[in-house]
């Protein structure tokens, strides 16, 4: 097991627990807890959790430009990411033109997408997506471009902005840091405003988002749940926020 993908169990546990303790999540995990402790210290430091007495237990209130290192998140609710991926792909039709927003589930999609035996156009702004997007043998795959940010894959700006200008797709996967209070958010301006662009050059907006992502509003605004088609999320999401994305007239499908 990599340390990102023992980090992310970390976090999972205590999202679900509460907290922990270092003995107790040495027993879940199956590391010694000197690694465990280890750990703790790492994702302390990252402003991922606070430290308690003997163990740790989730920093509820994280600043709202805070987002978790690309190796751990890609980790973090990996189960519901799979399945809201694979729900996501089942919708895609020969001959469509797509597009791949840089999310860690968004990827799970375009990983199925690839595997399909039929062709589509798709185009993305994230490296990796487009690295496995291109395994496709019937898949023409084009990169919007831009420049690459700071310990991600993800292209920002121009080209890439200025290209989704001149695109009519028919279906935008997108991700998306937050969807608390019925709102789009993300942690930097540059993201918001690729994100606004691809949904508004889609005949039908998709964001891909697990039930986390309800819970604290990110720093920038995308648009308003009400300007998307369709929201694909896990059994979690909290009835409250069903509701409210029903209410707005957003489709809400549950990967089950």
Known sequence: MISAQRRAMILEQLRREGGGSIVGLSEIIGVSPST?????EFLTRGGYIERSHGGAILKEQRHTTFEPAREIGRHVAHDAKSRIGATAAAMLEPGQSVIFDSSSTVLEAAKIA???????????????????????????VVVLGGTVRPGSLTMIGDPGLLFLERLHADIAF???????????????????????????????????ADSTKFNHPAF???CAAA????????AAIADADRDRLVEAGVEVVIAR
């Open 36 to 40: 465990i402790r280890r750990d703790l």
């Open 114 to 140: 690839a595997d399909r035996d039929f062709r589509i156009t798709a185009c993305t702004n994230d490296l990796g997506i487009a690295t496995a997007l291109a395994a496709g043998k019937h898949l023409h």
């Open 174 to 208: 997108v991700g998306v840091h937050s969807l608390a209070g019925g709102r789009l958010s993300e942690t930097q301006i540059d993201l918001a405003a690729m994100k606004r662009r691809m949904i508004d050059c889609a005949t039908r907006a998709v964001v891909l």
């Open 220 to 222: 920038c605004d995308v």
């Open 227 to 234: 300007e998307i088609d369709t929201i694909v999320t896990d």
